[in-house]
């Protein structure tokens, strides 16, 4: 599938996907600190940076205690990922404790970063929902205030005949929905 925008925007953007398909090639850690680099460099809210990033390396004594985190399906391709990522944001801004409105917005706005930096590096970020959320903060000893946002599955580019066969045809890039459809001027439109 060719994606074609309704109005310019820079292919970086077009080309970002989240592939499944992974192979046991591992990506580096320089170049994983290259996606978290790009992370910090989002956008936030008086500068609050509240985006923490918690990940595991295949193979490491911490891979399994994330990897269980991941529901049945996520598991299915996900294990051959070089790393897996859980993405925290801090509720309150450091400074005063007071509650950040936007702390999972600007988290988001670093996890796009950290996503395009690895579409433009040839890596697949591949971010998910499907995990156990509360099992991850208590695992990974994540204080009240802050919030598990997603997982990413990070890892070299596969070949989607390595999938499981009802995943294969679903690796192809997703086409989105068209702007009037979320774009409203004026007022909110059902």
């Given at each position: ?50 985006w923490r ?56 706005a670093a ?72 774009v409203f ?6």
């Open positions: 599938m060719k994606r074609i925008p309704e109005y310019p925007v820079n292919q970086i953007i077009i080309n970002r996907w989240s592939p499944r398909a992974m192979s046991d090639a591992f990506v580096s850690e320089k170049e994983l600190m290259s996606l978290f680099e790009a992370a910090r460099w989002a956008p936030s809210s008086y500068n609050a940076q509240p990033f918690i990940y595991v390396k295949r193979g490491s004594q911490n891979w399994q205690r994330m990897f269980d985190l991941l529901v049945p399906f996520n598991q299915s391709w996900a294990y051959n990922a070089s790393y897996l990522v859980l993405v925290v944001s801090r509720n309150t801004f450091s400074w005063n404790d007071k509650f950040s409105r936007t702390h999972s917005f600007d988290t988001g996890c796009e970063n950290f996503a395009l930096q690895g579409s433009i590096d040839n890596i697949v970020v591949h971010g998910m929902e499907g995990f156990d959320y509360d099992r991850a903060k208590k695992a990974f000893k994540i204080p009240d205030g802050y919030t598990v946002e997603a997982m990413f599955a990070v890892g070299k580019p596969g070949k989607k005949e390595d999938l499981p066969t009802e995943l294969q045809e679903r690796e192809v890039m997703s086409d989105r929905k068209p702007l009037k459809d979320f001027e004026g007022e909110f439109k059902e």
